[in-house]
């Protein structure tokens, strides 16, 4: 087993083998690049000089980043691949990998995997290519989709194209997942038709979680969005949770909280009906119920949601153990919420946008949403200590707005010193990003809320469900 650096760039993943980066592509039959000869752990491989007219002098300038050359399936065959996003790194084995997760079968396609992918209850059989930047669907109904705008993309032996892209919500082996879809031009399209395929699946399904891809099984595993201790974020100090952060921030916390039930007093009435995405550990869900909302309070990590329920007056809140992105109800709400910068646990483009559209399909029409978009200025490291509280945050930039928050706190309490350590990725995104995914998933900006908000680092909006 060979544990080797990986990154992405552009929507292409890089591996570092020895001194030299090359791509993982799992949608290439063959292997090509400069070194002709390349040593995995125990095995040599002999590397085509090129591939369909493509050479690693080629690759360079449609990517326009350095490499030494693409992977393809004639040596990645021989393993098998956990693709480790979080952590930035692809493990190669000869032994056989396991990993916990939604299970795919595979098949191949002239030495391609392929997988079959549900769209609106029509089976379909795609590529699995880890080389293409986003994924593909060869269908004119692609069309009705949301726009997420133009992406230019490359194929050995066809070269460089530009296609419109659309959000697509697809499913595979029962789990949902929304991406980006081109469309192929022309003679790129119509050589997956022929190959029996209308569609590939590309690298955005790898970030974000551990994916096992086991071709000698015929088998793709993705596993979920997970920190590096293989937990959701912070299920390993939920009990401390409220603890460190009133220690932590002391007035502002609560000064924060209070404003925000003052705004959604402004913004609906009690008993008006409202979802709270992230609830955590009921910070608004439980002074909305004691206000008299309706509330269910949606949070993904058990232990969170457990410090919820054992509260005294969390009594009449309805806890859900769910994601905002998987979150559904027969239920239409007036108010929805998605504060104290959730927007950050989110990977990639299209869980956001699973996220927004789950808010809008919570809401009844007209119903509003208010969300806090984080700004740069918090991804920072940060250090508190107190005679209770010793606690040091490290945020190290990954590159392409993603980071790595790892946490290290001590406790000490009559009973003794406790101590907890945290680590998973987070995101930035731009307010212009949010906002265009926000039109794209049905919602009208009402107002800007920010000025009510100075000092908490985000920016908050108040927007309206469309019709239609």
Known sequence: MDTYATQFFNGHLFAKIGDDLWIIDTGAPTSFGDPDI?????????????????????????IDHPV?????????????????????RLVLSTETLDLQ???????????????????????????FDTGAQVSYWQDDSIADYPDAGDLTDFFPGFGEFTTQTHYVTIELAGSEFSFRCGSLPGLLGMSLSM?????????EILKGRVTGFFPRRNQLVLGVAETASGSLPHSSWAKWYDFAYEHSFGAFYTQLTDLTIRKITDIVDAPAQVVDFGAGT?????????????????EPCPGMLDQLKSKPDSNGINAVLSSMQDFESERKFDLAICVFTVLLYLPNEGELMRALRAAHNALVYGGRLLIDIPSKQIFRSYQHSDPDLEREITI????????????????????????YTDQFPIRYWPQSTVRDLLDKAGFSLVSDL????????????LMEKRRG
């Open 38 to 62: 390349l040593t995995i752990g125990t095995l040599e491989f002999s590397v085509a000089s090129d591939f369909m007219g493509m050479n690693a002098s080629a690759l360079v300038e449609f």
């Open 396 to 419: 190290t930039d990954q590159g392409n707005d993603v980071f790595l928050y790892f946490e290290n706190t001590l406790i000490h309490t009559d009973d003794g010193t406790s101590s």
């Open 450 to 461: 920010s000025d009510h908000f100075t000092g908490s680092g985000c920016q908050y909006w």
């Open 195 to 203: 190959a029996g395929v209308n569609g590939i699946l590309g690298s």
């Open 68 to 88: 030494a050359g693409l992977l393809g399936m004639d040596v990645l065959g021989k393993f098998d691949l956990l693709i480790d996003a979080p952590r930035s």
């Open 282 to 298: 009921g910070r608004l869900a439980i002074p909305m119920g004691l206000e008299g909302y309706s509330v269910t309070a949606v």
């Open 101 to 127: 997760g939604t299970t795919i079968p595979c098949d191949s396609v002239t030495g391609i995997p392929t997988v079959e992918v549900q769209i609106d209850g029509h089976f379909n059989n795609w590529f």
